[in-house]
């Protein structure tokens, strides 16, 4: 089963292939350029990026792995939450591509798909608890299966990967500014300055991270960090190690209340966070779990993603009607699979 997975969510216009589970190709093309000037992803350009990009890209990956369209089983599309306008260049290309070849529609939702993306370089088992950071969100799950992820958590402002990007920048480094402070974290001292853990006097596994967003703010203001470069490593390190022994507070306490869980897993673009990885390990470690995180490539946005959940999904015999509605942020994406019954799979197939 060759399923080709697409991703337009945000910034990054991304194709892949996964074939009975494993990961045959990847293209990612970033728009971070494009971007970076305005501190920030503007909608409308990044879906105008998406439309220029999708065909071109889908060309490419077609002619690296020498094959044609009817080579595929099925496409998978990350259907939100995300930019609408983004998400809507990459749903309506998979929806005329399945018409077109009259194969399945796989309508993946593109946090679940962070998550999912372990099983591409790990056996999983369930239920497994994942924590997923990214630019958008800093949710807790408990993962049952690949189709039944319940959320236990979410941030209920800013999200971590948001507060990494708008610190960043406000001492002067390029959007997005999670991957420069974790290399400058990593030549400073975390203890150097006294950052607070927002949100953990209450027994929610919400997270809050726009206090310790104002701390910091209102810290590099006061001792003029900006302009002292010299203090940016320190700085760094406190910082990141704020927004790390946050998370592994409230993952600790997750893991206190579900002690059937056989695994953690962490997942999404701030998951590339060396500091969290290694907290978050340490603390899978000391409860003995088995501790799961993709490889850096695996954790910022990324078509291997959206065609393994595609793959996982249809597997288990759930397909999507080519109404799919796609869902921007902020909506509840509907659980509206279809199912595949049993005699139907080759007509499904074929
Ligand atoms: O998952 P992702 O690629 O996009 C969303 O779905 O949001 O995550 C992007 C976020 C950005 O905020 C970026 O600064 C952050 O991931 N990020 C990192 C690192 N690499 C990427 N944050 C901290 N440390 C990193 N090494
Ligand atoms: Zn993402």
Redesign the pocket.
Known sequence: MLVLGIES??D?TALALVKNGRLEDSIVSSQIDIHAIFGGVVPELASREHYHLIGPLFDRILKNNTMNPSDLSAIAVARGPGLLGSLLVGTAFAKALAFGLEIPLIGVN?LHA?LLVTSLEYTPEFPALGLLV????TNLYLIYSPFKIEQLGATLDD?A??I??KIGQIIGLRY????A??ELASRGDPHSFNLPRPYLENNSLDFSFSGLKSAAANLVQQECLREDITRHPDFCASFNYAIAETLVEKTSRAIAAHPDIRQIWLA???A???L?RRMIKTLADSCNLPFLAPS?AL???NGAMIANAGYLLLKSGFFSKLSMETIPRGKTIPDDYQRIIKDNIKILYN
């Open positions: 969510s945000c990054e593109h962070h990214s630019g958008g969100h999200a990967g948001e990494f990007d997005p500014a999670g991957k402070i974790d999404g673009g701030v590339a966070n060396s969290i850096p954790c910022t946005d």
